[in-house]
Structures are given as C-alpha cells and as structure tokens.
C-alpha cells in the first residue's frame, strides 16, 4: 500500500448515493494543477473536514471520458476564443459502478457550471437520435455534426466537503488517445472545487496557504491542444508555457 493510499483511509467514507444528494449540476467550479509529489501531503492537511467517496470499498475510481466536437473543432475554439457562454459534448463512464451518461457541460457568462445529462447503457462512437434531439433541445445550434474528437482516461479521488455543500475532485494518471496517437500526463494533479455558490472552502485556503492559483484550461483543451496539431492554440500559450515549466511537455 502506497502513503497516499493509507493516508486516504483517514477519511470517513461516503456512499455513492449519499454523494449523490450533492450533485452540483449548477455550480462554480476553480481547479488547481499541482505536481503528485504534493498530493499526499495536502490530502493529510484536510483530513476531517472532507468525506471520501467509497465504491466497493475502493477510494480511487478509473474515468473514461469521450468527447465529441465538430470536424473543424469548433467546441474547442468556443473555449480557446473565450466564448463565455460555451459547451462541450461527452460521454463519461464510471468504470468502478459502470455507470456512464451523456453529459452537455456549459459555462456561462456568469462563470457556472451547467451540467445537463442523460443515463446511457455505454459509450457510444455515434451519436444516435434520442442523443441528437437532447443536444438540440439543449444547445443553441441544431444543425452541426458532432463526431468523436478525444477520449480521455484518468483516475479519480471524490471528496465531499463536511460542513457545506462542496465537492473536491482530484484527478490523477491522465491519458489522451485519438486515431491511433496517445498522451500520458504523468505527475500532474487537477483538482477542482466544485461549489453551489461561493464559501469557505477548507482546500482553497489550503491552496491560498500554498500560493496555489487557480488554472482555467479544461481536461479537453488539454488534450486536443497535446495531439491536434493544426488548432489554433496561441491564447493558450502562456499557460501552457507555465505548465511545461513544471516539466509536463505540453506543446
């Protein structure tokens, strides 16, 4: 057993359908990058104020993520231009329960996180007509085509906050496949504080206390950014420039 393994049987386990009262569909979210090297270290600075998520018995759930976008990735430009009110398109299965839906993710101009899903058997390479019709229900351009752009693995830690209505995500192992080509992220933690509105939250004053500032490039511009050679990518640059300096060779 690894430290970082026994230092997560410190917290108190929660059950997926405990969890699952605070599903923050709407919400603020602020994500942090950090090196693995700490991630042990800031788990043990908030034991006691965060619930871990338990399946099984099992504290560290495996993701799969595929994301549909446009041929001419034009979700992925919505992001990179700074479109404030934006989306993407996914598919997302929880590998430990086996349960996967397909999600509409928006940002808005206000800064929330909207998650709109629906429950799907598995991931799927086409998107079929029930998929369509929820996207055009939900999205404001009915006429494009959607097709696989990225998929996405990575390990996941869930923290519930104790005292208020947070979430704590810390993703781990990030790999990025697409037509053959593949990307592993190695020592690079995303955590993100997924809130109902904004409070006291014990890992942003951790992160505060670290000197830790927030890091707004999402998993999927991440990845397209790492393995599609001809999108545009210069508002990004710094950023990434940041991140490579930390020895993650993003570009």
Do not use: W
């Not at 209505?165 to 190695?186: A, P, Q, S």
Request: aromatic content about 10%; proline content about 3%.
């Amino acid at each position: 057993m690894t430290n970082l393994a026994a230092n997560l049987l410190n917290f108190t386990p929660i059950s997926l359908e405990e969890m699952d009262r605070v599903k923050l569909l709407d919400r603020i979210d602020t994500k942090y990058v950090f090196n693995q090297d700490m991630l042990e270290n800031y788990m043990l600075a908030i034991v006691g104020q965060y619930k871990i998520l338990s399946i099984d018995g099992k504290l560290v759930h495996p993701y799969e993520t595929l994301y549909y976008d446009t041929p001419d990735y034009s979700l992925y430009r919505m992001h990179h231009n700074g479109r404030q009110n934006r989306f993407k398109l996914r598919f997302r299965k929880y590998l430990n329960s086996n349960i996967s839906f397909f999600e509409i993710k928006k940002k808005t101009n206000t800064h929330r996180t909207i998650k709109k899903r629906v429950s799907v058997e598995d991931i799927l390479e086409t998107l079929n007509d029930p998929l369509k019709e929820f996207i055009a229900n939900h999205t404001p351009d009915t006429t494009r085509t959607y097709v696989p752009s990225l998929r996405v693995y990575f390990n996941r830690i869930t923290l519930v906050n104790i005292f208020a209505n947070e979430r704590l995500t810390i993703d781990t192992d990030l790999r990025y496949t697409i037509n053959g080509h593949e990307k592993c992220i190695e020592k690079m933690v995303i955590a993100e504080v997924k809130q109902e509105k904004h409070n006291v939250s014990p890992f942003q004053q951790l992160m505060l206390k670290k000197r830790l500032r927030g890091n707004y490039i999402s998993k999927y511009c991440m990845g397209v950014v790492c393995l599609i050679r001809e999108v545009k990518k210069n508002n990004f640059k710094r950023k990434l420039i940041t991140l490579n300096k930390l020895g993650y060779d993003l570009l």
